[in-house]
């Protein structure tokens, strides 16, 4: 797998030649209208900026001159606009007539706080934030370099209420918690579609590289209405890079992990590429990314273990748009990854012969189709199937354990077609879509070679057992939905009503003690009022559910020489229901060369039916199971996000956010503790970037986290515990953390070599080294025990090549 690195360089130096001019294969079209012009911003020609003709398929990007031409315009009056990342749109009306060239230049003002920019994720259509029934985050490609985010997971940490953690001091299972809430409490979308599966959830964001991302909109609040089971807390959707331009860049780094803390250091090595095709006649682009990782493992406290896992990641894919005609568009989209991480010791033998070893080979292949028709002046129809298909290889076991190998295989796909439909200050959303999942999960028997047999006594007997594979899960999950919502502007005041009905099967095809099935109406409302051009008002009730299914860390098991942790469902599991109140004050003006924006969001979520988990200790296989059932009096949510952009000029940008929290349950739980574990009661985080010269930019990123209560199980107690053993022989006890504050620095420089346009850049992350100093050491630690930033101090350098400074 270490020769797949060359794939992106093949990639990007193969097509680049093409990125000066593709000829269309297909003899064009009888000549209709046409148009060119000019896209201009403060005075200078803006390249790669978007043209595009409303309710049409057509579009161009301009060059880097700041100049667009696109051809085979039908007849009529239609809306030109002109947009591009940072700036706002400007829209024209232009009458073409047949055989003519029409000339018009666009003049585009800066959007220093993003209010202007089209996002998807909140209505299922496009809107501008200012206009969407709920706040949508947006996480620019900027922000993801400034805070140097390698995963997805990483930038999270740079959205008000979300925060990735680190579950695992074995193979480093990531999470993102949103609103207090677990990650299976969120629905990760690709590209506007739940194909995220179960299985793929496990390490999900942590396996997708930044780089090939076009922008992340994060939606927060009850999303069900919408997107379905799990949209709980949330929604995540991952856009990638759509092809208007020809273009490239290619980039390396290299990152050294633990960076002068005690002389031990873990190298980190990445190489990205994004290239975009598109041909002459703007019909047919092309997007390629490529990616790859090498990461090793790192031992923060020199037992002999690892704290962050070895990882190694090759991700590519890319997406195909081809216009049919003005009206019709199908989009072609395929990723494949192929990631193996493994923590534990003694990395170069086999996982078997490791005191600790818990390691993962993921293939990961995601394909989709999607086909949309403008119909009229205002309304789209699209039919989409899309599909993610998981292989892995596991290994969770310890003291050269035989019989701890798996696989596990998943089958997701997503089909569905919706309509949309402005009219006037009104419009509708409405859609059928099938969702299914099947999962099967094995622990594999060695050979019959491997296994001696004992009698009664003790003794040995001549010749040896098969073991055979064990069916640990083998469930098919389908949901059948139909959604509806309907906005309508009365004066300054925008409402918005919508609602999905599930109908979901859950069959477990081999113990058939986890079929269950249900149906499911989910309401959502959204009150938008424009108190006044700087100030809006949003109110919002949504109400969500979790299906009783496999969810992502059943798939997980903690490992240590003393015991393993595995998670299952009671047989009596119910659907968890939400009841998700949020209300929040967007306020933002420019005021003399200031730029201003003040977020206030409060949110409250009571939970019916919590899903809450216990343990339970076997002592014969030294297995603790945690039986996750409904909490009798389920569980709330409740806190306030706050966000802050300033930006004094056109030279200095900041950005932070703050969350205050509090997730309790109804009854006690885990411990005898009511509060969520690992859930820190308020966090935060910040970004300034600096424009010291045009070519030099400076750039300071920080994380908070504070306090939180943890479960401890090891053996390594502290005198100040209060050691918990219930009936079934657990013996834990709760502590608190400390807070912490990781605080980076970076540098990037822009210079020209050979004519061609580089970027160097180089910083540190975590700069006192703010990481959590109690790990539990040996091979009977408790794995899970593990909080705070998930990097100790890390120093990086790097380089990049590309035509879109």
Known sequence: MRLYFILPILLVFITMPFNQSIKAQAAPPEPMCSLKGLVMAEGEPLPFATVSINNTTLGSATDLEGSFEFEYIPEGEFT???????????????????GKLQNINFTLETDVLGLEQVVVTADRNERKRTEASVIVNTLTPRLLENSQSVSVGEGLNFVPGLRLENNCQNCGFTQVRMNGMDGAHSQVLINNRAIFSNLAGVYGLELIPASMIE?????????SALYGSNAVAGTINLITKDPMSNAYDISTQYSSVGAGTDGKTAGDYTLNMNTTIVSEDKKTGLALFGFYRDKDPYDAN??????????????FGGRLNHRIDYRNKITLDF????????????FESPNHQADISEAVDHKITTAAVTYERFIGTGSLWSVYGSTQNVDRASYYGAEQSLKDYGQTDGLTYNLGTQYKSDFGDNSIVTGIELVNDVLEDQKLGYPDYEKPIYGEDGTRIEGFEHVPNTTITDQK???????????????????SLGARFDRYEITDLDHKEGNNSGNVLSPRVNVL???????QWRVSYSQGYRAPQVFDEDLHIETSGSRKVIHANAPDLKQETSHSYMTSFDFNKKAGAWNLGFLAEGFYTKLDDAFASTPEFDEETQVTTYIRSNANNGATVQGVNLEATASPNNKIYLKAGYTNQRSTYGDAQELGEKDFLRTPNDYGFFSIDYDVVPKLCLIATGTYTGKMKIAYYGENFKPEDNIIEDEEGVRGAVRTTPTFFDLGLKAEYEFKLAGLPFKAFGGVKNIFNSYQSDFDEGINRDPAYMYGPTNPRTVYFGLKLSNIF
């Open 80 to 98: 030109v606009k002109a947009q591009a990342m940072g700036y706002k749109p400007v829209e024209k009306i232009v009458t073409f007539k047949n």
């Open 215 to 223: 922008r992340i909109e994060v939606v927060r609040g009850g999303g």
């Open 302 to 315: 020199d037992d002999g273990f690892s704290e962050i896992a070895k990882i190694e990641n090759l991700t």
């Open 335 to 346: 990723i494949r990854v192929n990631e193996e991480r493994r923590g534990g010791n003694m």
């Open 477 to 495: 999950k389908s949901v059948y939905g139909v959604f509806a919502q309907y906005d309508r502007q009365i004066g300054k005041v925008k409402a």
């Open 529 to 535: 009022w424009d108190v006044m051009p700087a100030l």
